[in-house]
Every structure is written in structure tokens, then in C-alpha cells.
């Protein structure tokens, strides 16, 4: 727990890098936190993200003794979501269900290093009012439609998400009333893309270091982190395809200059499509596959084929030009040839 006006004092592992000036990459590999002596993270056991003391950690780099924490319980201690459990009787599970539904534990929640928090005074209040159980939610009625709309569906997850980094597709499925698959394919997307973010801002760190520094366990994010490796791909030729949509828009070829639309049709792969809407165009679209570069589409609302399997040449499919990436003025020569 995070003792009562000690809040400003909380570190987490990023910030215990930044203080040695290494990259939380190095800091992990190096197990710095891991040495015999260093203080002891002053979360839950078991907690995924782990916080430390800065007066102690201070006090363990100069060769100080480390001081003790305050060892008496006050109301303004912040206990995160384990021990916030153990003070009500309750599982971690269970704690997570009435957390999101009772306004007094949404109203005064705290963050704090990204981990969530709560003030002992409220989880006392909570548990003198409490009456009896809240029944556990009932889950996505069999063979109902999802209830979430699906553009909505990935705000409403990322913060589930954020409130508890090992979540399950089984605990999507009971807040928000979608498929399961739904769920799992909405946790795949978001895992993915931050574990991509973390790749680009911090180069060296492989996908399996930025998942385990998000705290995903290992088993939840295999899919995840392949798809991660695409984003930082995808992320990485984007300015190309740019160049590529202005060269065909600056052609007559289509009515705007809007960047192709990135996909991920295999979680190993990507693809853009890009759809010719200009009245002498030589094709109804284009789709970038990065295996095999550009092909022209016979379908201007379904240009992408199903599945990661390119089609063969004919029928109106044309690969054109040399290599993935052509300049692009070689590709809108190879268009009019």
C-alpha cells in the first residue's frame, strides 16, 4: 500500500531507470531492482506492476540504511486493488465487479503509477454500508447480439484495460455484453497497439520486455505480440504509402490525397488498400501488400481478398512495378503501361 502523505513518493520502474539514466529496457535487463538489499516494492504481492519508495530507494543507492515505512494504518492510505479485496473479505475478482458499479469507490479511485488505488477511509464506508453481496453479472445472454456498437467497442474496453492489464475476454464479455471473441479480438487490437508504442519509443526493447513492462502476462499476449511487431511495421512505412496516395492524387486519380487504409488481415501482416475514385482511373483501387508490394483490385468497397492469400494475376489483378516499396513515379508509370 501507498501509506498515508507519502502519494508524491511512489516510483515506478520506468521512473527508477530514468533516475540512473539507463532506458527501462537496460534497467530490466540488468535486474538492477532485483539485487540483493533493494527495497522491497511497497505494493500487494502478486501485483503486476510494481511500485517502490523513493526515500528508500534513495536511501539504498547512497549505502543508507533504508528507513521503515509507517507501520500504523491510517485512513488516508491508499491500498490497491488486492489489499482493497483482503480488507472487504473479497476475492480481487470480485472487488473488480464493485469497483466500476458503486460511485463510491468510482468517484474517490486513485491512480498512482498507473495502478489503481483506493483511500482506506472509503474502503471502510464502502464496507460498513454494504449489506449484503452484489450479485456477480449474468454475462451475454445465449445467442443475443453484441450490446455494444462496434465502433464503440474499443473505448469501452481500453479502460478495462487500464484498470487491470491481466484481464480476461471472459470479464469483457460480463461488462460490456459481447461475444466473447469480440472481447478477445478488442483485447488482441489494444495490447497490440500499446505494446507497439512502447517498441517505437523505446527502440530496443523486444515485444515480450514492453509486454511484461505494461504488465500482460505472457500467456495472454503471444497474439499480441506478433501483432505489435505488424503496428511497428505498418507504423514504419505509413510516410511511403503517404507519398504514394499524394503521387496518384497529384495523377487525377483520386479526389483526395488520403493516406491508405492500413490493415492487419493476419496478425503477422500488413496490408493497405487504397481506393482509385478519380474518372480516368486505371483501376477501381490499389492494395499494398507488404510481401509482395502493389496489385491493382477489381472492387472499389472490397479491394482487400479474404484471408492473408494474395490472388493470382488476371481478371483485372495486376502486380505492378519492382519490389515492395517503388518510388512513386515508377508505380504510376507501371499504372499506364
Not at 7 to 29: K, M, P
Not at 315 to 327: E, K, M, S, V
Amino acid at each position: 500500500m501507498i501509506r498515508a502523505g507519502r502519494r508524491h513518493l511512489v516510483r515506478t520502474l520506468a521512473d527508477l531507470a530514468a533516475q540512473q539514466g539507463v532506458r527501462t529496457h537496460s534497467y530490466l535487463n540488468a535486474k538492477h531492482h532485483l539485487v540483493d538489499g533493494f527495497p522491497a516494492p511497497i505494493g500487494s504481492a502478486g501485483a503486476r506492476v510494481r511500485l517502490y519508495d523513493a526515500e528508500q530507494v534513495d536511501a539504498f543507492l547512497t549505502g543508507q540504511p533504508i528507513p521503515p515505512l509507517p507501520a500504523h494504518d491510517d485512513d488516508q492510505d491508499l491500498l490497491d486493488r488486492r489489499e482493497s479485496a483482503d480488507a472487504l473479505g473479497l476475492s480481487p475478482r470480485s472487488w473488480d465487479k464493485y469497483k466500476t458499479t458503486d460511485p463510491l469507490l468510482t468517484e474517490h479511485q486513485v491512480t498512482v503509477g498507473g495502478v489503481e488505488h483506493w483511500p482506506r477511509a472509503i474502503v471502510n464506508q464502502y464496507q460498513a454500508r454494504r449489506t449484503s453481496k452484489v450479485q456477480a453479472p449474468s454475462g451475454r445472454p445465449t445467442r443475443s447480439g453484441d450490446q455494444v456498437p462496434r465502433d464503440q467497442l474499443l473505448p469501452l474496453t481500453a479502460p478495462l484495460l487500464d484498470a487491470d492489464p491481466t484481464i480476461t475476454a471472459v470479464r469483457v464479455t460480463e461488462e460490456l455484453g459481447v461475444h466473447r471473441d469480440t472481447a478477445q479480438d478488442a483485447l488482441l487490437r489494444l495490447r497490440a497497439d500499446r505494446i507497439a508504442h512502447l517498441m517505437l519509443t523505446d527502440p530496443p526493447l523486444t515485444p515480450d520486455q514492453s509486454a511484461a513492462a505494461l504488465g500482460y502476462p505472457a500467456g495472454q499476449v503471444r497474439r499480441a505480440t506478433v501483432r505489435a511487431q505488424a503496428v511497428v511495421r505498418a507504423h514504419r512505412v505509413a510516410p511511403y504509402l503517404a507519398d504514394v496516395a499524394h503521387a496518384l492524387h497529384q495523377a487525377g486519380w483520386t479526389a483526395t490525397a488520403a493516406v491508405p487504409d492500413i490493415q492487419h488481415p493476419a496478425d503477422d501482416l500488413v496490408v493497405a488498400a487504397l481506393v482509385l475514385d478519380g474518372t480516368s482511373a486505371p483501376a477501381p483501387a490499389l492494395v499494398w501488400d507488404e510481401r509482395h508490394g502493389w496489385r491493382t483490385a477489381t472492387s472499389r468497397r472490397h479491394p482487400l481478398t479474404k484471408g492473408a492469400v494474395p490472388p493470382p494475376p488476371g481478371d483485372g489483378i495486376r502486380y505492378l512495378a519492382q519490389g515492395t516499396t517503388p518510388p512513386p513515379d515508377a508505380l504510376t508509370a507501371a499504372l499506364t503501361a
